[in-house]
Every structure is written in structure tokens, then in C-alpha cells.
């Protein structure tokens, strides 16, 4: 049995070795420290300390659990006292923390691997394709990469071992610790630590205030950093969250893009650009009884029958939109401010920029970074207010009010949101053309399963008011002889389910009826065409730039393909808050690519769970490694 002064000696040894395993997980993954381009003060003391704190937050669980182990042993000692059980208790306890810190360095080593390729860190869409049958393969991983893998967690389990043994013996170094952390020290050491994580969390907390990006950037570096964030708290305290806008440019910093200098040779004749996003316009909505002018203007341009959103939700898909690039770049570039590569060129060539939302810009956040570079006065929201299908009207017409005003020797890019089919599905009494309709849309009376139909019928009405007002511009455009010179785009942000496949809605999954949208594009002088192949709202900058004299390769500065001329898809990307939807022809897979959501799925075409995932990853092996290697394509 324990004596009580050789159970303080076995806590000792327990705080010895963890003490000695934190310095090796400093070595381990220094890299993530190196990785920090250190500038300023500030930024160099909060990246010192959020790597000295998160090294020893790792190894926070693999100490409780040695900890719980010796607790339960000792209990179990008690009452079974013997010379036999104490060995095996010990080695029970001994085992116990050499695995768990041989398995806490090894997935340190992965991690900082993971980053150096890809600049991600392990998450759950890289967990998933890794357990997951046929994942690994689709990574690339061969024999001699196995071979070398489990030569390293070899090293660092034989490396644990010795530290362990080491500390084990090396009885000067037990007295010598021992006299060393008094109760008195033991406890300024642990408050020292304790004053650092505050320093580092507040830190953090007013840099994201006040958009401080060197020390945004810093925590991108630490794997599994918690952002901590007060802006809601400082709001309601009366303190400015007016975010603080510093000169140095996070592209300088955190991203590339474009990946290499942009080369323009502008139009002699610059094209207009008439850009109409609806939201929540799913794909078959766009039907000659529904919207007949549409469907009529459609027959006339490039009218794409199979074209996905880059998300699931407004922000995704309309970042996909402009920039080309997946949904999962939002973030970054929100925190840099940095615009779409479209809009600077317009503004370089001197565009008249008038955008209008039924919504506003600062939910989402689109005044940072679709528009970020558009003056205020271009920016566009309802003065009246009322419905979404009244602010519609009013936008509309305002819009058309302004593009009589402009100076008409120069090209325009017009803008506008539609919230007509945005639920609760906004439309006047003259646009029912689907009865009955639920007429009072209450959320908290309505029944979603007895309902849901008449709650579709509401959909489509307002998608049918939502014709009207596309007709307006269209017939503005034809009466102003603007149809010869203006690029126009029709779209939806995202799509809606309606239980057809169990959810209402959007933003939860990556079914057909939530990111399956239309697309009708008119180019002049392009003719028209009905296209059947897979195109995605990543497409979109790659075949707008071109067309504004962008002569950089495409692949530059987006992730899509020209809609007209570039080759068939055999696979789109698109994106949530924290998951990556993989869109083939044949299947569908989820991953999560933030730590929140750590569950993968794979489906066939039509949303249904497949129960053997082989033949997935047999077909897209080689394109789930390149989606992994653009998702850091535009990070530094």
C-alpha cells in the first residue's frame, strides 16, 4: 500500500515528467511560433504567450487523465492492498501518461505538417477524410508514406519512453525539484500562468474589437486558438465597436490574392454590368408560368440548367460569386477588408458603382467585403422600409432613377438584392398565382408539417412578383438601348427546401434544393444557348474578368472556370459556416472544415446516405486533394 509520503513522491514524479514533456512540446511545435511574422510590440508579446499557454493547454487532458488514473488506483489500493496490485497500479499510471503525451506529440507533429502544406490546421474536415474508409488514400498516402509515419510515432513513443525513465532516476533532479517549487512558488507559478492566459484572452478581445490584424493573424497560427470576443458586451456598455482600420494590408500578411500582380488592358468599349441576385431563388423556380419574363429573357441569353451556389447561405454564396474563390475564404478576408478583384477593376476603369440591397450591407457584412471599396453614398439600402416585396419596388425604381442621372459617358455596374422570396416570402395580392397560401405566416402558431405546402405556395408568389420587378430592369434596359452594352446577370444566392427532403429552409444542408440556383447570363454578342453541364457560382469571376480586361490566367485570382468556353465539371465546391460541401455528379460528401462540426457525410446525387463510401473515394481521389490544397491556395 502507498505510504503517504511516497504518494507525494509519485505526484512529484507525475508533475516532473509532464514538466519536462511541456519543454519537448515547446521544441515539438515551435514551427507554430516560426510561423508568425512578428511585428510590433504587441503582436510579438501576444504571439510569445498564446504559444507558451496553448503548448501547455494541450497537455492539460493527457495530465487529468494521468491524475484521474492515479486517483482511481489508489482508491482501488485501499481496499485491495498488495505488493502485486501496486506494481500494476504503477504501471497502470506509468503507461498511462507515456501514451497520453506520446499520442498529444504526435498529433503536435501532424498538425504543424497539416499547416506547413496547407495552412490549415487538424480539423474536423482533415479528421474525417482520414478515418473515413478511402480517405486516407484520397490524400495521397502510399506505402512509404505509412512506412515513415509509423517510424515517427515510433520515435515519439520511444521518446516519452526514455523521458519518463530518465525522470524515473534521476533522483537529484527529484530533490532537486522538490526544494525548488515550495507551496509558496508552486503558487506564483500558477498565478503567473493564470495572469498570462487573461493577458493573452484580452488581448486577443480588443484586437478583434478594433480589428487589430497583426494579432488576428498571430492566433491563425496556433492550432485550436479560442477567440474570445466582447464586442456584443462592449456594445451594450456604450463603448465604440467601431472596428479600427490600420494601414498595413492583411494580403501582405495572412493572404495572397491574387496570387500574382493583376495585369489589366481595359476595354476600348467597357461593358455595363447589370447585377441582379435574388434571395433564396432556387433553380426551379425559374419556370415560364412562375416567372414568365425571366424564363422569356432567358430563351434569348445563355440560360445555365444545372448551376450551384458556392453556399448554402447568403455569405457564401455571394462571396463565391464575386470573388471565385470557396466559401471558407469569408472569414479571412472579412477581417482584411479586403474586396473581389471585379470591383477594383471596375472602380480603376472608372464605372459608375450603384448597389442596392432589400436587406442592408452590414448583415451580412457585405459593406466589408463584397463592397468594401464602394463609397457609402454608392451603397444603397430602403428608406420607406415596409415588406420585402415594397422595398424591392422602391430599390428598383430608385435604381433606374439614378441610371437616368448618371454621366453617361462613363460604363456602370449595377447592383441589386432582392428579398421578395426571402421567408416569410414577401408579395402583393396581384402576384398570387398559387392558392390557397398561408396568410398569416406566424412562426410561433404555425405547423411546418400541415403547413408546408401552403407555406411553398407563398415561395412562389413572391418568386412570381420577384419577375416583375426583373422585368422593370430588362424593359429599362431594351428602352435605353442599353441591351447592346451591358453584361447582365441573374441568379439566387442560395436555394430553399421545403421538407422535401426532411429540413425547411437553407443554411443547414448541401441539398439540391438548398444550393442549386439559376443562372441567366447575358453577354452581347455571345449569342444565347441552353447549357446542361455542372457550373458553379465559382465560375462567375473567371468569365466576368475576361470580359473587364483582365489578362491574368484565370487561376490567379479564382477557383472557377469560364462559363462559356472553359471545360465541363466533373465536381463543384461549396460551403457553410464550418463545412465544405464536395458536389459531384454522382455524389455528394460533407467535411467540416472548423472544429465546431466534426461529422462527415457521403451521399448520392440525390442527397441519399450511401453505405459504402469506396466507390466515392475511388472517383475523387485525386479532386478531394486538390480542394484540400485550395482551401491555402490564396494564404500566405
Known sequence: MFEYDKRLDRLSLIRLYFFFTYLAVLVNGYSFFANIELSGVVMTLFSITAFLVYCLIYLIPSYALTRLVTLISGLYLRNHPSERARTWGLRLIYGTAI???????????????????????????????????????????????????????????????????????????????????????SIAVVLLVLMAMLGERMTFAVSHLKSYEPVLYAAQSIPFYNRTTIRHWAKSMGIDTTRTEFQMKSSSVALQYPLNPLVVDPPEKPLNVMWLVSESWRWDMLDPEIMPNTWAFSEQAHRFENHYSGGNGTRMGLFSMFFGIYGSYWFSFLEARRGPLLMDVMLDQGYTMDASTSANFSYPEFDKTLFTHLAPENLHESVLGGEGWERDRELIGNLLERL????????????????????????????????????????????????????KNRYINSCHHLDTQIKRVLVYLTANDLMDNTIIILTGDHGEEFMEKGLWGHNSEFHEEQIRVPLVLWIPGEGTSIVQKMTSHLDMASTIGPLLGITNPVEDYTLGRHLLTGEEREFTVTSDWNRLGFIGKNYKATYPVSNVALMTQITDAHDTPLKDTTPFYDEHKEDLMGVLQDLSKYRK
Not at 125 to 152: C, E, H, Q, R
Not at 405 to 417: N, T
Not at 420 to 444: Q, V
Open 99 to 185: 501514451a497520453s503525451t506520446s499520442i498529444l506529440q504526435c498529433l503536435i507533429f501532424a498538425d504543424k505538417t497539416l499547416f506547413s502544406l496547407f495552412r490549415m490546421h487538424f480539423n474536423g474536415f482533415v479528421w474525417n477524410l482520414i478515418k473515413t474508409p478511402g480517405g486516407i488514400t484520397s490524400m495521397g498516402s502510399d506505402s512509404s508514406s505509412d512506412l515513415t509515419y509509423a517510424l515517427i510515432i515510433s520515435g515519439f513513443i520511444l521518446f516519452q519512453v526514455l523521458l519518463f525513465v530518465t525522470v524515473l532516476k534521476w533522483k537529484r533532479l527529484h530533490e532537486n525539484w522538490k526544494s525548488f517549487f515550495t507551496p509558496k512558488r
Open 404 to 455: 437616368d442621372e448618371r454621366d453617361q459617358s462613363k460604363p456602370f455596374m449595377g447592383f441589386m438584392f432582392f428579398e421578395s422570396p426571402h421567408a416569410r416570402y414577401y408579395f402583393p395580392e396581384s402576384s398570387a398565382i398559387r392558392t390557397p397560401y398561408l396568410e398569416t405566416f406566424n412562426y410561433a402558431t404555425m405547423d411546418l408539417e400541415n403547413d408546408i405546402d401552403l407555406i
